[in-house]
């Protein structure tokens, strides 16, 4: 169900541009949605229970249906093992398939395909990023950072503000690189140019950019940090808004 604006065609009703609902409207008469995300610029995913991954809306070749048509109503990408997806402020999704695989498409200036290059180009369909251990994924503006089934976390792309947590800022890198050598990552989630993660002992680490106080750690504006930075307490899941 979904309700609200529909620029180009983001409620997946297939009805024109201008029309906007006050009120929860279906999408079609499927009932074997199992999740959905909604990305930057009006980009929406869901998965179904058959495994299968669908998008609509906006399109700037960022919708991994090989073309820049816009989308009112859902359209199938190909396979049917997907896993999960996960788009946020970036312009890159990154969606996991049931045999440990991952795989981008969209922008790739900063790396954030992580293919080890900055090829801008021909990139509105999925492509696999090494490994068949990947677990969890989550995108940033122009970042990506994983966990893998080993419990290892790796980012990859633009690095303002230190964002991935190699302990340098500036530096964009543009092939999966591991933060550290902890085994223990659980939960990741991040915005912007922030991340936080969970690990298997409870604890919760933050670091990025830190204009707004987001980081946790109790002090002023752009005490950004370049490495993971323990937030006191005990914590189970954590969760940043988009």
């Known amino acids: 169900w979904c309700w609200g604006g529909n620029g180009f065609g983001a409620l997946g009703t297939n009805q024109p541009h201008n029309t906007a609902y006050s009120s929860p409207v279906q999408v079609g008469t499927d009932t074997t949605w199992t999740s959905t995300m909604m990305g930057r610029d009006m980009g929406v995913f869901a998965l179904k229970s058959d495994n299968t991954l669908w998008a609509w809306g906006r399109n700037p070749g960022r919708l991994g249906l090989n073309d820049t048509v ?27 398939k049931t045999d440990g695989s991952l795989w981008g498409w969209g922008g790739n200036n900063q790396g954030q395909l992580g293919q080890n290059s900055t090829t801008n180009a021909g990139n509105s369909s999925p492509i696999q990023i090494s490994g068949t251990t990947w677990r969890t994924v989550t995108t940033m503006d122009d970042s990506s950072a994983a966990t893998k089934t080993d419990g290892s976390l790796w980012t990859w792309g633009r690095n303002e503000s230190g964002v991935l947590g190699q302990n340098q800022q500036g530096n964009a890198i543009s092939s999966p690189t591991q933060v550290g050598t902890d085994t223990t990552w659980m939960n990741i989630t991040a915005t912007g140019n922030s991340l936080m993660a969970t690990k298997t002992d409870g604890t919760l680490w933050t670091w990025g950019t830190n204009q ?13 940090r370049s490495s993971p930075v323990q937030i006191p307490g005990t914590w189970v899941t954590t969760r940043l808004g988009e």
Do not use: D, E, F, Y
């Open 70 to 96: 816009h989308r009112s109503s859902p359209v199938q990408l190909p396979g049917t093992t997907w896993r999960s997806t996960r788009q946020g402020t970036g312009q890159h999704p990154l969606a996991t």
């Open 212 to 224: 707004q106080g987001q980081l946790g750690k109790n002090n002023g504006t752009n005490a950004r």
